[in-house]
Each structure stands twice: as C-alpha cells, then as structure tokens.
C-alpha cells in the first residue's frame, strides 16, 4: 500500500468510492475535486496494486484540524489503512462528526484516542445526530 497526496486524476476514482460508500450522503464529483484539490485542505489517497482503495480529507482551521472524510472500500477494510492514513495527517488536535448511530466508526475513533465532546442533533439529512469528536495529541518535548 502507498499513501500519497491526492492529484487530480483521483477525482474519480474517489468520485466512485464516496457514490459507494456515502449514497445520498456522497460528495458530488465537482465537490469531490474541490476537496482534493483545494490548496487550505489536506488530501491523502491510499492505492493498492496501482488502484485508490481509501483517502483522508482534512482542513485545516488555524487551532484544530477537521476530519472532512475518512473513507475506506468495503474490500479493504480492517488492513490499517483509516489508521495509517490518520497518522499521515499532521495535527495537534483534531475535530470529526459521526453519525451517533454508526458503532462501528465511534470505536474506531475511540481506539484512536478520539473521545466525545458534543453532539449535534438532527445534523444528518436524515434526522440523525451527530457525535463530535476529538483527539488531543501531546506536543513533542523540546
């Protein structure tokens, strides 16, 4: 697996995988290149035999860094790859929403030191709520 900074090319294959993964809630092609690309996020696909398999989406808002999207195809799961593309992403502090309903990622994210700090009602289309997360990471020893 390599992790690299996503190019414009990514778009659809991304593109695909969020239409996959998200359904009504996926990004639009044209938004899915306005998140690669835009120069104030920060964008890592993870490619597996020459194919785009996951990608991380992030922005960075001066004293935190948003989760936007962290995403990985069905077939690839539970390898490491949201985790190793986590820890491609330089943050002191991170911020995420998800849907307070979705176990699976709200132990993910706690595995990964994320822990609740709000929640969001009705933040969904669907009317569902939202949990915020946050991950404080120590600063090194100087």
């Known amino acids: 697996m390599t992790v690299r900074p996503a190019r414009d090319?990514?778009?659809p294959a991304v593109a695909?995988?969020?239409?996959e993964l998200f359904g009504v809630d996926a990004w639009s092609r044209e938004?899915?290149?306005?998140?690669?690309?835009?120069a104030r996020r920060t964008a890592l696909v993870a490619e597996v035999d020459g194919a785009v398999v996951a990608y991380v989406v992030t922005l960075d808002t001066g004293d935190a860094v948003d989760l936007q999207r962290v995403a990985v195809h069905p077939a690839h799961r539970?390898?490491?790859l949201a985790?190793?593309?986590l820890a491609a992403v330089a943050a002191s502090?991170?911020?995420?929403?998800?849907?307070?309903?979705?176990t699976a990622a709200?132990?993910?994210y706690a595995s990964e030191g994320f822990v609740e700090i709000d929640r969001r009602r009705r933040y969904y289309r669907d009317g569902s709520d939202a949990v915020v997360m946050q991950r404080v990471l120590e600063a090194?020893?100087?």
């Not at 938004?31 to 835009?38: G, I, M, P, Q």
């Not at 502090?93 to 979705?102: F, K, P, Q, S, Y």
């Open 9 to 11: 090319d990514d778009v």
């Open 16 to 19: 695909s995988l969020e239409t």
């Open 31 to 38: 938004a899915v290149a306005s998140e690669l690309l835009d």
């Open 78 to 80: 539970r390898r490491g």
């Open 83 to 85: 985790r190793e593309l």
């Open 93 to 102: 502090r991170m911020l995420l929403e998800v849907g307070a309903a979705n």
């Open 106 to 108: 709200l132990a993910f």
């Open 140 to 142: 090194p020893a100087q």
